[in-house]
Nanobody
Framework: QVQMAESGGGSVQAGGSLRLACVVS????????IGWLRQVPGKEREGVAT???????NYGQSVQGRFTISRDNAESVVYLQMNNLKPEDSAMYYC?????????????????????????RGQGTQVTVFS
């Protein structure tokens, strides 16, 4: 059974940093597309960043240059380093995963969001950025 557990959320002043972690257990496949989605109540879920088993990364336009996704395969942990945080980054952040798609589809937040019904997701961790 696949389990995903996020941690690292909190409240931070604008311009600050946070690092989220997602511990994954029970993944049964050799391939994966894993990453972070975020959602604000009343708005659509947004893809933030993804990383695949072959190391390709993909970022949402609003976070490019500020957020970095990485993985520790030995520990089965995916990290999201968030720098220069802005109030508009405030949201519930979810770790999500699915199998790596075949080309031309790429591993991305858009892909994870579209395939959320067949994928896996954690309970989320809240990030609040105040000005």
């Amino acid at each position: 059974q696949v389990q995903m557990a996020e941690s690292g959320g909190g409240s931070v002043q604008a311009g600050g940093s946070l690092r989220l972690a997602c511990v994954v257990s029970g993944w049964p496949y050799d391939d994966y597309c894993i990453g972070w989605l975020r959602q604000v109540p009343g708005k659509e879920r947004e893809g933030v960043a993804t990383i695949s088993n072959i190391g390709t990364t993909n970022y949402g336009q609003s976070v490019q240059g500020r957020f970095t996704i990485s993985r520790d395969n030995a520990e089965s942990v995916v990290y999201l380093q968030m720098n220069n945080l802005k109030p508009e980054d405030s949201a519930m952040y979810y770790c999500a995963a699915n199998r790596r798609p075949r080309l031309p589809t790429v591993c991305s937040g858009v892909y994870l969001r579209a395939k959320s019904d067949s994928g896996y997701r954690g309970q989320g961790t809240q990030v609040t950025v105040f000005s």
